[in-house]
């Protein structure tokens, strides 16, 4: 076990579905170079298939004695959805190329299977009693990671510090056995470089004080982040003190380190009309989620609720309603800075330099890409495009 | 002359003349003293990298047995025996190794969900009179091996490992892999200097010793096969044409199973408690708690098995549950072998006949 934990708590009742989440997480780490199917945040529908297709019965996970159950790997069309290549050049009638007759409609080259949110706002019930809502998912940050158990080569580990699981690419050969045993489904192969990659809880950012960029730029402002050790953080008054952010899929064993606060809904209507004191989203489905304690986090949310509405105050209420970022992250950047090195003999120092190598975890994509923009100064300056007077 | 020594003395004619047999064969694998020499041929010029040439193909094959990895989950898919055909060349300068086998169907790049066809050549980094082979499965700590890995995406690497999970890439050696599927069988071309500089390097040198140890391993993409999810041989031993002999490491290679009684064996193996944690094909209760053994006589040498016996923590397999750590030090479950001289052999005489026999 790591000596900290961080963790985030996700508030089901204020997640709009708005993929702002989804969007920032992409464009941050996963949009080129054999990443383009992968989302390591994503948002989907419940009651659904969710992403990737079916993951809650791709299996994974640990059972009762502790020992790996077997697993799938998603499908790259059938379950991933892999991104849509588009009929660009016959469709846009290019530059330069002469085309007679009406242009075909744009349209992807293959016919598509599945994509992340398929069955997005599709939910269950019959009107007037349909109901659905969204679950937003990253890598867990398992305390017991399946993914980590099921790696032969031990290239996944749990940072000492934080305690997030990282993919160690100097080790990883790409078996992908961490990808079918992650009940979540949140450890993915990059066909390009063929190694497994993952959330990396935007540990870079988490170093410099700031939460990941899904939490950072939510809109709804639904994402908590702090270290569960803290009291004063929200992540331990949310999980510890008010006990109201539930792991998802406990029962598979690896100690879930995202919790969510389940979503509360309105009443059903009977076939006359009249509200009954059913709930739309069915305690038993939400309870398939988020364990046995899902009645009584909806209770303390509803009595809570009352308060602030009868005017009284209530921390929780505004812990929920999350006026300030500086309320919702409670980070730590002293925290990482590595104490001032005690005057040492140089050489002693250069031989600990080679032993504490760093393991490389941050996707090839980020060094690239900066590479890439060094190349094309002039245009990174506004100069582009002119070629050389 | 006694009874006993003219039997001797008929038994010794009986061998040579069986010997003389096999070498005249066209069979260019021949066995001596129980173990199988890979022969490599000398050749005058440079040895071909076309796995389909001719030069190759006309030469007779060694036989090589690879069996399913089942030691250590994940196990390999397959069951049975397969057969690697291995053939050999050498010049002054270059080793070149040519492997033949029947593949499943064709799988040649990886992707989501999808493997590569593979093949590797295994090398202990130190061997000679008086060394104990690697574990057959990556060596074990202190007895690193050197590999060569081929995919039949058309890559290759050095590796070298010491035990499960060691797995490291090495700057390359200069091995050179070429592979060509035809009608269903794979045909792969391996070619190195003899002489590579470095750490971690298969170390070949036929003038100073000709007699080297080699191991070879098979995945099948199309059957989910990686890493330990693979077929592999038992250490053979390469033996160069023109190279320097050493009748004693001959012999220590040679050491076969002391002749036991199998049957008592199989039964002992119920008795002496090992069907408890071993899973082996007459044992109904198939436990998990040490490595399995319905290969165990195909990839281990009898001295390996013996030595296990006797040491059972000189080399621990380290499958989930095999073995307890403490300060660092893995201490296998099993307890030393307490039982009579005969016991043992009849219990070796059985775990060498183990080869995936139902």
Known sequence: ?389 | MNRAAGMRLLRHWLYTLMAAALISLPVASFAMDGVSFVPVKWSASEPTFDPMSNSWLKQPPATVAVYPQASVPPTSAHTGAATVKVRAQYNAKILALHLEWSGDKLSEHRDVGRFADAAAVQWPLRYGFGTMLPYIGMGHAGAPVALWFWRADGSVETLAAEGFGSLTKQAPDGVKAKGVWKDGTWRVVYVRALSALGEHRASLAPAKLGLVPVAFAIWSGDAAERNGLKRLSAWQTLRFEKGKTDAAYAKQLATTAPKGDAESGKRLMSEKGCAGCHSFPANPAQPRIGPDLTYAGGIHPASYLHESLAEPSKVVVPGKGYFMEQDGKRTSLMPPFTGTETERNDILTYLMSLRGQP
């Open chain 1, 1 to 389: 076990m790591s000596k900290r934990q961080l963790a985030m708590v996700m508030d089901l009742n204020k997640c709009i579905g708005c993929q702002t989440c989804t969007s920032a997480c992409k464009t941050q780490w996963t949009n080129r170079n054999g990443r383009e199917y992968m989302y390591w945040n994503n948002v989907e529908t419940h009651p659904g298939n969710g992403y990737p297709r079916k993951w809650q019965e791709a299996g994974g996970g640990f059972d009762e004695s502790g020992n790996l159950k077997p697993g799938r790997i998603p499908d790259l069309h059938q379950d991933y959805g892999a991104a849509f290549d588009m009929n660009y050049d016959v469709a846009l009638n290019p530059l330069g190329k002469k085309v007679s007759g009406e242009l075909p409609h744009l349209a992807p080259v293959r016919a598509p299977d599945y994509a992340p949110n398929w069955d997005e706002d599709q939910g269950a019930g019959e009107y007037p009693n349909s109901y659905y809502f969204y679950l937003p998912r990253i890598c867990n940050h398992c305390t017991n990671p399946a993914c980590l158990a099921a790696c032969p080569r031990k290239a996944i580990y749990k940072r000492e510090e934080d305690g997030i699981v990282l993919i160690d690419q100097e080790r990883c050969r790409g078996y992908q056995h961490c990808v079918a045993a992650c009940p979540y489904k949140k450890v993915y192969f990059n066909p390009l470089f063929k190694r497994s990659e993952k959330c990396i809880f935007c540990f870079p950012r988490i170093e410099q004080g700031l939460p990941p960029a899904c939490a950072h730029q939510c809109v709804g402002r639904i994402r908590f982040v702090g270290y569960l050790d803290d009291a004063e953080g929200p992540v331990q008054k949310l999980v510890e003190k008010w006990k109201v952010a539930l792991p998802l899929h406990a029962e598979l064993g690896t100690q879930p380190n995202v919790y969510y606060v389940p979503p509360l809904s309105p009443y059903q209507f009977d076939t006359e009309g009249k509200l009954t004191n059913e709930r739309r989203i069915p305690d038993a489905f939400l309870i398939s989620l988020f364990g046995p304690r899902v009645p009584e986090v909806l209770k303390t949310l509803e009595s809570e609720r009352e308060k602030r509405r009868r005017g009284e105050p209530s921390e929780l209420m505004d812990l929920l309603i999350a006026y300030r970022h500086a309320d919702m992250f409670k980070l730590d950047a002293a925290y990482y800075q590595k104490p001032a090195d005690p005057a040492v003999p140089s050489k002693a120092a250069a031989k600990d330099d080679t032993v504490v190598k760093r393991r490389r975890v941050i996707p090839i994509v980020a060094a690239e890409s900066l590479e890439e923009r060094l190349e094309h100064r002039e245009i990174a300056a506004g100069n582009g495009g002119g070629g050389v007077t």
